[in-house]
């Protein structure tokens, strides 16, 4: 009797391990998934952004050389501010996912600034001065952008190194829960098996003995049979 206890004992811890098993592997199968689709949703918005702000400010940057060279079809307020303006509105986006480019801000300001005076500017000398102040402004908003979005690359492949190694603990759980459940349904049959061999061999004297008297029934009968 102890014995049968002890094995319903051990069977249901077993259960409750292959629960707890299930539990832990719907968990962390819902972590990755998250933090892939969070990654995935961080990394192309910062690319959208990134990508449009570059164009606009170097848009900006291109006409504002052409204008300094003596390209009549170019205008400043179209060509040059319009773009600057385009550019500023990705920067709130750019803060929020890293608060040390609102420096981008600072340096479209002074672009401008320094832009004006280089267009007032009569002289060919401090003109080409000016614009290389402001194609220095341009550059070191692109090297920033470069700064973050190395920094960003870095942090997604060491989430996604994790990511790889849950996955990992995933494959080797779902073999442990699949071999407990495999060794589950072994013990259940072995069970089986030995209790219905038990039974047999407990019934064997019982049948034997039905047999004789069955057997002895008969022979009685055909004697009888033979007298008469």
């Known amino acids: 009797m102890a014995g049968k206890q002890k094995k319903v ?6 259960y409750i391990l292959i629960g707890v098993f299930f539990v ?8 990755a998934y998250l933090t892939i689709v969070g990654m995935s949703r961080s990394y192309a918005e910062l690319g959208f952004i990134s990508r ?6 170097k848009s900006a940057n291109d006409a504002l050389q052409e204008i300094l060279n003596g390209d009549k079809e170019k205008n400043l307020d179209k060509d040059v501010w319009n773009p600057l303006k385009k550019a500023e509105d ?46 220095r402004y341009y550059e070191t908003s692109v090297q920033k952008l470069d700064i973050f979005e190395s920094k960003i690359k870095d942090v997604i492949e060491n989430e996604m190194g994790f990511v790889r190694l849950i996955y990992i603990i995933l494959l080797s759980s779902n073999i442990l829960v699949f071999g ?4 589950v349904v072994y013990q259940n049959n072995k069970q089986h ?11 064997a004297p019982a049948n034997a003995l039905g047999a004789v008297v069955y057997l002895g029934y008969y022979e009685s009968a055909d004697a009888m049979k033979a007298e008469l």
Not at 52 to 57: A, G
Request: charged content about 25%; some cysteine.
């Open 193 to 203: 098996l030995a209790l219905s061999q038990k039974v047999t061999m407990e019934n």
């Open 90 to 135: 990705f920067i709130p986006t750019l803060k929020k996912l890293e608060p040390s480019l609102e420096d981008l801000a600072k340096n479209i300001e002074k672009f401008k600034e320094t832009a004006q005076e280089a267009y007032q500017e009569s002289d060919l000398n401090i003109k080409q001065q000016h614009f290389s102040t402001c194609e």
């Open 9 to 14: 004992m051990n069977m249901t811890v077993l």
């Open 52 to 57: 449009n702000f570059r164009f606009e400010f």
């Open 24 to 31: 832990l592997l719907t968990g962390l199968n819902i972590y």
């Open 180 to 183: 407990a459940i495999f060794y």
